[in-house]
């Protein structure tokens, strides 16, 4: 193995042994959520100015078409609400007047901007986490805050300026979505899930109010520093939970004043780093610790709430398979831990869950099968399931040749997964499916050699090119070639990935994704002689930009 790819997996090894969960982009979502909730803070003037210097021209946040939605009315809220407070020292301006017009302006082209997403009746909802919760709740805190403020006269200019918008409409519930074979489901119910209901703890009329099942953990409220604040905003400034305030502080700290999606998502980060690197024939280095920490979340946990909310069944398997391949099984069998996530079809990501996973599932059956492989004494008990998981991913597959997930907003990320799980464990069935989607993959290459629903990125050409790599049929050295290169352009550019990861609003893992790509250059070295150029970590993404936001050449 080249020193190069050591020394790169030795340096993603080590940042994920950290376990610090810095290198995640940052939310625009929770952001908004500490402006309104927790202006005391470290951090409040910062996370002012991150929201004022990210609104668009068109007057949205966030990521592209309805993934703007639930972005946009949280800071709208947010700014709406110092905008109409009579006290506006928080933000930078020469003077008061300054402040409130500058407030007014960004609510302004928020609240237009709003009612534009809303108004289109006709689209599905956001795939986002808790979608369906949230913009009912912050449509419902912009109203209540829109009615009295149209109705001031502290300054003339501020009324006449949002008296306009009245109120925001209220939008549709419940609305039905395609029913066509393959179709991905909203991911944003937590119905039967009461321990991920602390996750919305901020929507005030959210399943977290009806249950205890929102408790701190590591300074937490379901892993969202949103929650947190609401939670900690429930009660007297100084009854507030220490343990909370710091949390929270230190997380604003870390990032400068703006905080993202997640925190922590050590356990997370951790079992999908160090599977991907498995999975590449990188796993000699892991280190004790982190071998440690893959036992703990395939078997320290209990029928009852994950400690992290992204610790559902796709982490537990994940997990057991990196242990499987690391030949640290130990002497029973532990993958029958996930016979809890067990259906007569397939498998859950939590007991209960209405929403069905494919790359969870293509994770359960790499666990049952890489447990097989190294047990051959067992594979009669989990032929079974073998099967049934595979028959399941082939009948999800969409007619283009595509798989889609509720984790991502990229179909390339789940196709990958699957088709690499099929084409090593899956049984009969699991290469012709695989075939389709190398076709499709092949199908939809930009022509600059990159692949991606929005424009080309050095994570989606990652998941393309496994994909392409995992097909059972021999494919064309120039469509490898003119993919091999544009990753190393995207990779080596050094801009950091795009969210595309699904949590209240896109997020991005940056050491999950480094780890995707450098286990497919390492793939591909067996091919082209690429440089290490595309060994340096990843900055953090900030934001989409509005000149990020093209015409998809797939929809997610």
């Known amino acids: 193995m080249p020193a190069a790819d050591r020394a790169a997996a030795d340096r993603l090894l080590a940042r ?43 007057g949205t946040w966030g990521g592209p078409d309805l993934y703007a939605l639930v972005p946009t009315l949280s800071a709208t809220e947010a700014l709406l609400h110092l905008a109409c407070a009579r006290d506006r020292s928080p933000i930078r301006a020469e003077r008061r007047t300054d402040a409130a017009d500058l407030l007014a302006a960004a609510a302004d082209r ?24 949230l913009v009912p709740y912050l449509v419902n805190e912009i109203n209540k805050t829109l009615r009295p403020c149209a109705a001031t006269d502290t300054l003339e200019s501020l009324p006449r300026r949002l008296g306009r918008h009245a ?108 599977a991907t690197l498995v999975r590449a024939g990188l796993g000699a280095a892991v280190p ?48 029958e831990v996930l016979r809890r996530f067990e259906t007569a079809t397939h498998f859950q990501r939590w007991p209960g869950d209405p929403v069905c996973s494919p790359v969870a599932n293509a994770h359960v059956l790499e666990a049952f099968g890489a447990h097989a492989a190294a047990r051959p004494g067992h594979r009669p008990r989990h032929a079974p399931v073998i099967s049934k998981i595979t028959r399941w991913l082939c009948g999800r597959q969409q007619l283009s040749g595509r798989w889609e997930d ?54 989606e050409t990652a998941y393309a090119l496994q994909t392409l790599l995992a097909a059972p049929h021999q494919i064309s050295q120039d469509l490898l070639a003119r993919g091999a290169a544009a990753l190393q352009r995207l990779a080596a550019a050094g801009t950091g990935h795009p969210p595309l990861w699904h949590g209240k609003d896109l997020y991005a893992p940056a050491a999950v994704i480094d780890a995707a790509i450098l286990a497919v250059t390492c793939r591909l070295r067996r091919y082209f002689p690429l440089t290490s150029r595309a060994y340096s970590l990843s900055p953090i993404h900030v934001e989409h930009s509005g000149s990020d936001c093209t015409e998809p050449l797939v929809g997610p």
């Open 406 to 459: 509720p984790g991502h907003a990229s179909p390339y990320y789940a196709t990958s997964h699957i088709s690499v799980a099929l084409s090593r464990f899956g049984c009969r069935g699991a290469s012709s499916a695989v075939a389709r989607a190398a076709w499709w993959v092949r199908a939809t290459q930009r022509p600059d050699g990159s692949w991606g629903v929005w424009r080309g990125t050095a994570e």
């Open 110 to 133: 928020g609240l237009g901007a709003s009612r534009r997403l809303l108004g289109r009746a006709s689209r599905p909802r956001p795939r986002t986490l808790g979608a369906d919760l």
């Open 288 to 335: 004790p610790s982190l071998r440690e920490r893959l036992r703990w979340q395939a078997t320290g946990g209990t029928d009852e709430a994950p400690r992290e909310v992204t610790g559902d069944c796709g982490v537990v398997s994940t997990a057991l398979y990196a242990l499987a391949e690391l030949g640290e099984l130990g002497g029973r069998c532990p993958v």
């Open 16 to 58: 994920a042994a950290v376990g610090s969960g810095v290198h995640l982009s940052l939310s625009v979502y929770e952001t908004a959520r500490l402006v309104r909730l927790a202006p005391w803070v470290w951090g409040h003037h910062a996370r002012i100015d991150y929201l004022m210097a990210l609104q668009r021209r068109d």
């Open 167 to 274: 109120v925001l409409p209220s939008p549709h519930q419940g609305r039905e979505r395609g029913a066509a074979k393959g179709a991905v489901p909203s991911s944003s119910s937590t119905q039967g899930l009461p321990f991920l209901a602390g996750h919305f703890w901020e929507d005030s009329g959210g399943p977290a109010r009806e249950t205890a099942a929102a408790s701190p953990v590591d300074g937490m409220i379901g892993s969202s520093p949103a929650a947190t604040a609401a939670w900690l905003a429930r009660g007297p400034a100084d009854e507030r939970d220490g343990r909370c305030v710091g949390a929270l502080d230190g997380v604003a700290r870390v990032h400068g004043g703006p905080v993202p999606s997640l925190w922590p998502v050590t356990g997370y980060e951790q079992v999908k780093l160090v």
